[in-house]
């Protein structure tokens, strides 16, 4: 059954890898739009040098080593935005970037700003979902976890509809290198097996987790 109850800051304190995959088939509500979350990568800070924050913190990385439940929002190849939940104890610097969803509510905000292409690739790809949700760097450090106390949160990540252990599929990130040049020693992509919602790119060594 699906649920739009808010995930409470204790689901997202918890290592990358376990957060990532359990973050599928969750909804991602911002500025009047909803995404059912299809894919997803883990990045663990210090001990990661695929990790913005893996040389330790900088003004643009100082939010991910916070507490969990915070945005972390960078620009990336001259003009994509890219969405990530910061998660894991303070100090890890570890975060979750939401690489692809489907458009569940807001489809007449996010059809202008992605230029009238097809609705499946509308969030399709982390820069693609940047645009969809029409965020940037002025919504970095976003605390998604607080109370309301009455004012609307402009972001928040809900219950949705969690995927199975058995359809979560299970690669390499995409573009980032690891020991063997090929990234397969950071089996940290996650993402909806068969999904059409998902980004094109498939690595090799793919795998499927079993319940």
């Known amino acids: 059954m699906t649920s739009d109850a808010r995930l409470p800051r204790a689901f997202f304190a918890r290592p990358s890898v376990e957060v990532a995959p359990a973050l599928l088939g969750r909804h991602l509500t911002f500025g009047g739009v909803t995404l059912r979350l299809t894919e997803l990568?883990?990045?663990?800070?210090?001990?990661?040098?695929?990790?913005?924050?893996?040389?330790?913190?900088?003004?643009?990385?100082?939010?991910?080593?916070?507490?969990?439940?915070?945005?972390?929002?960078?620009?990336?190849?001259?003009?994509?935005?890219?969405?990530?939940?910061?998660?894991?104890?303070?100090?890890?610097?570890?975060?979750?970037l939401v690489r692809a969803g489907e458009v569940l509510e807001g489809h007449d905000l996010v059809h202008p700003r992605r230029g009238g292409v097809r609705e499946r690739d509308w969030a399709r790809g982390p820069g693609r979902l940047g645009q969809a949700l029409a965020m940037s760097g002025e919504h970095t450090g976003r605390d998604f976890c607080r109370p309301a106390l009455g004012k609307p949160i402009d972001l928040v990540v809900s219950e949705g509809e969690p995927v199975p252990e058995s359809d979560v599929a299970v690669g390499p990130r995409v573009g980032v290198s690891g020991p063997g040049g090929d990234g397969t020693a950071y089996p940290w992509r996650f993402w909806v097996a068969g999904d059409p919602f998902v980004s094109a790119y498939r690595p090799g060594a793919v795998r499927r987790r079993r319940a």
Do not use: I, K, Q
């Open 41 to 96: 990568e883990a990045y663990a800070g210090g001990l990661d040098p695929g990790s913005h924050a893996f040389r330790g913190p900088t003004p643009r990385t100082e939010p991910m080593f916070g507490p969990p439940g915070f945005t972390y929002v960078y620009f990336t190849y001259g003009h994509h935005w890219c969405v990530n939940l910061v998660v894991g104890e303070v100090g890890s610097a570890s975060a979750v």
